[in-house]
């Protein structure tokens, strides 16, 4: 495997379910991001990690739930999701947080219905 | 704080022809400057930055943006569009001295008619 891969690709749940993305880096990098991707709307970053320490929530509702075990993993384990949840969710890795932050490597995504 | 504004949300072009994506940005500090791709069921892609030197960058699949200070401007540009082409593009600013997250555009979706 090359670059970032995400599973899965896609995903249906219902609003009691509990389930969770990964995402993988291959890249050597360092942080690693969680973005949401609606239609119409500009990309939202959710969580933001540097060397396995969370560096940014932006103001995500505690129903997403991120985890990163090391600096090549990423997890986003959801649970009682809203109909409103239903997006894109997309995964980057950049070397770091500083300059090299605006360089971004991204998954596929992972499209995530709420029923 | 740094914005990033897309004119056009949407343009329709024919193949062969030339393509200019607009993109104005916003911030109060030094900016690099990306243009994304992001092809129908994938990822964003990086196209080209510009993050000091040449105000005038190349990037893959022969386009190219010219990053312009007075106008706070950076305008993606093609000479000649092929089908292949058609996706959604996006521009970033990222700000030294601040979070160091990028901000991205809305997006502008290229359509390239045969």
């Known amino acids: 495997e090359t670059g970032v891969t995400q599973t899965p690709r896609h995903l249906v749940m219902g609003m009691t379910n509990k389930k969770s993305l990964k995402c993988e880096q291959h890249l050597g990098h360092n942080a690693m991001y969680w973005y949401k991707q609606s239609a119409k709307k500009p990309l939202e970053l959710m969580f933001v990690?540097?060397?396995?320490?969370?560096?940014e929530n932006n103001s995500v509702p505690s129903r997403f739930s991120p985890e990163c075990p090391n600096s090549s993993h990423l997890f986003l384990h959801l649970h009682t999701l809203q109909p409103e949840d239903s997006a894109l969710y997309l995964c980057?890795?950049?070397?770091?947080?500083?300059?090299?932050?605006?360089?971004?490597?991204f998954g596929p995504g992972t499209r995530l219905t709420v029923t | 704080a740094q914005s990033v504004t897309q004119l056009d949300s949407q343009v329709p072009v024919f193949e062969e022809a030339p393509v200019e994506l607009r993109c104005n940005y916003s911030?109060?500090?030094?900016?690099?400057l990306f243009w994304y791709v992001q092809y129908p069921n994938q990822g964003l892609q990086l196209l080209l930055k510009?993050?000091?030197?040449?105000?005038l960058v190349k990037g893959i699949n022969g386009f190219e943006a010219e990053f312009n200070k007075s106008q706070t401007s950076f305008h993606l540009r093609k000479p000649s569009v092929h089908i292949s082409d058609t996706a959604e593009y996006f521009c970033a600013v990222f700000s030294s001295g601040g979070s160091y997250i990028p901000t991205f555009g809305r997006g502008t979706s290229l359509i390239v008619h045969p």
């Open positions: 980057a890795s950049s070397q770091d947080r500083g300059l090299a932050g605006g360089e971004q490597y």
């Open positions: 911030s109060s500090v030094s900016v690099y």
């Open positions: 510009y993050l000091s030197g040449s105000t």
């Open positions: 990690y540097n060397f396995k320490e969370q560096t």
